[in-house]
């Protein structure tokens, strides 16, 4: 149960083309201002991944100007006389580790290990690539983005103008720079450093975005491209909010029915829209009782992230036992006395304003516009009311400067992608999937997970396994085609 309540807050950050192109010059071009070659060492605590880093601009407009340290972690082809070449990953975030996905040696299928040299490439921003950071203290106090009165609406464009001081402060120029477009330039410089001619890249969630932009700018440069769980970057703000709550209370409906199928579903028989009703309207009176951390209170914009973070996995029975446990409450444990709560200096790392308010454009104009928004979507979402990554974008970026990377349609490809989608993912929609593939043209393929989750090659044996022959023999699965459903186990259960 702990596990799912700590899964709330990293969920919600916790929120992601080509084949058979003309020949290239035998020599790699170089990226401008990048430096080659890597030095690769051993990885600490793993020997078998090789760890090292490149210099890039900061800022890619000045080649000349201050650098930065972009690391990368590779983890050889086994194989080495049938490699076929290297494959880049992003698992998303934005502002999750990608060398980290490198040193989880059971991501991937054993044949794509086998044949790729698996490469992860820190995004700037993050992980060990000058990652941003903030005072923790201040990021503790983000506001709820459930706004209910016009003043705590200004004061979260405050707040955000204040986090933004502070994280740029902290962090120096890198700040500024952490948009997916400079990422795509830090990518060709990593594949020009490694001498490679193409590449092939498997992109998940905001890793997505990565892909779809890295294939704009270097069509020629890509073997192939995976976009798993994808972002749409041509939604505007309204299809952003409406689209992500249609994916989202489809999680929390195809949850109910689980339960009413389930016989291991601790709330089979009951009604959950209605315990789910009692439970918003304790939350939102400041009575409901955190069943993890009693006596804490937990607001209505917990509880549906709560839920969020449920349908990632989908993590179904221990999110029917938590809102079991919420709705009859045990008797609270008495705190100890005498232990002051102390407001910690440290600094934490804190890229997701930084690349979210630079990639989209989430205008909003007023806390009247914002209630009309909030109303219709609470029509389309009775239960989830929005998506929580949705609204953390869209408040976490009130009262920012506009982004440098604002959405627009991907124009079509010239080669094969595979795009991958869960029918029911709570954070990606599926009707994303659909447009994106509709953007690239005719030479992109939806392949469906016809279940529940975010990040459908982690969910689904056969969707792993058509990426996989995708990556290593170019084969594509057919049009339309699509894997069944999974039925979630419970934990423990094999």
């Given amino acids: 149960m702990r596990a799912l309540a700590r899964r709330v807050t990293a969920a919600i950050l916790t929120l992601t083309t080509l084949l058979a192109y003309a020949p290239q010059p035998a020599h790699a071009r170089r990226a401008p201002g990048a430096e080659a070659p890597i030095a690769w060492r051993p990885c600490p605590g793993d020997a078998t991944v090789q760890c090292g880093t490149i210099r890039v601009p ?7 100007g201050p650098r930065l340290d972009i690391a990368l972690a590779r983890s050889p082809a086994t194989d080495q006389a049938t490699r076929v070449g290297t494959l880049l990953v992003n698992p998303g975030g934005p502002g999750v580790s990608a060398a980290n996905l490198v040193l989880d040696h059971d991501y991937f299928g054993t044949d794509v290990r086998r044949r790729f040299d698996i490469v992860g490439v820190d995004p700037r921003g993050a992980g060990r690539s000058a990652p941003i950071l903030c005072d923790q203290a201040l990021v503790d106090r983000k506001p709820a983005p459930l706004f209910t009165t016009e003043a705590q609406f200004r004061q979260a464009g405050e707040y955000n103008r204040r986090l933004a001081a502070d994280c740029a402060s902290r962090s120096g120029a890198v700040y500024r720079h952490a948009d997916s477009i400079s990422v795509v330039h830090d990518m060709e410089a990593v594949r020009t ?7 092939s890249f498997y992109g998940a969630s905001y890793g997505s975005l990565l892909g779809l932009l890295y294939a704009e700018r270097h069509p020629d440069r ?7 769980s994808v972002m749409d970057h041509s939604a505007g703000v309204d299809a952003f909010l409406t689209q992500t709550a249609d994916a989202v209370q489809a999680a929390f409906d195809q949850f109910v029915a689980w339960c009413a199928r389930d016989t291991m579903c601790v709330l089979r028989g009951r009604d959950i829209k209605l315990i789910w009703a009692e439970l918003m309207r304790r939350a939102t009176a ?5 069943p993890y951390d009693p006596p804490a209170r937990i607001g209505a914009w917990e509880l549906i992230s709560a839920a969020f973070s449920a349908f990632y996995d989908p993590q179904w029975y221990s999110f029917a036992y938590y809102l079991k446990d919420a709705y009859e409450p045990q008797p609270a444990p008495v705190p100890a006395a005498g232990s002051p709560v102390l407001e910690s ?4 790392p804190h890229s997701f304003g930084a690349v979210m308010c630079q990639d989209w454009w989430l205008p909003v104009d007023g806390f009247t516009a914002y209630q009309g928004r ?15 990554l949705a609204l953390r974008a869209l408040g976490g970026c009130l009262g920012r400067e506009a982004p440098v990377n604002p959405q627009r349609p991907i124009p079509p490809v010239p080669g094969p992608v595979l795009v991958v989608n869960s029918r029911y993912d709570p954070a990606t929609a599926y009707v994303w999937a659909q447009q994106v593939t509709r953007q690239l043209g005719p030479a992109a393929r939806l392949l469906t997970y016809q279940g529940w989750g975010h990040v459908a090659y982690t969910h689904s044996p056969c969707v792993s396994g058509a990426v996989d022959r995708y990556l290593i023999g170019l ?15 419970p934990f423990g259960v094999g």
């Fill in 222 to 228: 890509l073997r192939a491209l995976v976009l798993d």
């Fill in 286 to 290: 400041g009575k409901l009782v955190d």
């Fill in 345 to 348: 200096a440290d600094l934490t």
């Fill in 374 to 388: 909030m109303r219709a979507l609470a029509v389309r979402a009775p239960q989830m009311l929005a998506s929580p």
């Fill in 475 to 489: 084969t594509m699965p057919a049009s339309g085609a699509s894997c069944p459903a999974i039925e979630p186990k």
């Fill in 193 to 199: 450093a490694l001498g490679e001619q193409r590449i």
């Fill in 58 to 64: 900061v800022d890619w407009s000045a080649p000349s």
